[in-house]
């Protein structure tokens, strides 16, 4: 049983990450599907990496040198696979204007103006939102990869996917998402919430969870559902959400 869970977490940990893996681990589209039920706990793993690094510069290079270098290495150590959706996600419904078109521009792996521009304010606001994080922000820098991974998950579970091909990046876990997985996944992303000083923190979902719900709304309206790059890029966006939402707590409480 435990050697069973082990392989579904590594094989989340595989397909999301470059850390190295077992070799006895391979990319069994059963065991993908399974493995959402540890996204957030792979979250948990990016933005741990992410604090540590942080952590070890802060000690010989300034405090924003480390955060931007830190925001850096968990780029480095996903492969900009998020990021890669979301800057799909903009060239993608920032220059078609029909699902055919749309979808033809998300499979084109060149980045586009709609891209670039839009990972260049992700990335930025991303940056200025941590910076601004007076208290807790290793535990901020954590949870916003957690409570992102299962915010994203849930686009899955509620929404249909629509790509018929084998081009997406999650075309082997598109389908027979579980409510037990979902729950699971959800319950591990919320852990590093429960660190905070305040309990108050819960309600920083709300404002990712807005996002997600209208996301998904805006892409069912011109494409019918989600694809892989929908969720990274819903994932993206629920991340900064969360940082935001922890500035805008932290100024009223």
């Known amino acids: 049983m435990l050697k069973k869970e082990l392989h579904i977490f590594f094989t989340a940990l595989m397909f999301f990450t470059r850390i190295p893996c077992p ?4 990319h069994s589209p059963e065991i993908l599907n399974k493995s959402t039920k540890y996204f957030s706990l792979v979250g948990i793993v990016v933005g741990s990496f992410g604090a540590i690094v942080y952590w ?3 000690f010989i290079l300034p405090e924003n040198i480390a955060l931007l270098l830190s925001i ?3 780029i480095w150590i996903t492969g900009a696979f998020h990021e890669d959706g979301f800057a799909d996600f903009c060239d993608g419904f920032g220059g078609g204007w029909t699902k055919e078109k749309i979808l033809t521009i998300m499979k084109d792996s060149r980045l586009g103006t709609y891209g670039t521009v839009g990972l260049v304010g992700l990335l930025a606001l991303k940056f200025l939102a941590l910076s601004s994080v007076s208290s807790q922000l290793f535990i901020t820098f954590i949870a916003g990869h957690s409570v992102s991974r299962f915010i994203s998950t849930m686009l ?4 249909p996917y629509v790509r018929d091909d084998n081009s997406s990046k999650t075309k082997p876990m598109a389908h027979a998402l579980k409510l037990s997985s979902l729950v699971i996944n959800g319950i591990i992303g919320l852990v590093p919430l429960f660190f905070y000083n305040t ?3 819960f309600l920083t979902l709300i404002p990712p969870f807005i996002s997600m719900l209208l996301l998904g709304r805006f892409f069912k309206k011109w494409i019918g ?16 959400t969360f940082y935001l939402s922890i500035l805008v707590l932290w100024k009223f409480i």
């Open 156 to 159: 899955l579970y509620l929404y």
């Open 199 to 201: 309990y108050w923190v």
């Open 72 to 74: 850096i290495s968990t």
């Open 56 to 58: 070890g510069i802060s």
């Open 23 to 26: 070799k006895w681990i391979d």
């Open 225 to 240: 559902g989600q694809t892989g790059d929908c969720a990274g890029a819903t994932q993206q966006i629920a991340e900064v």
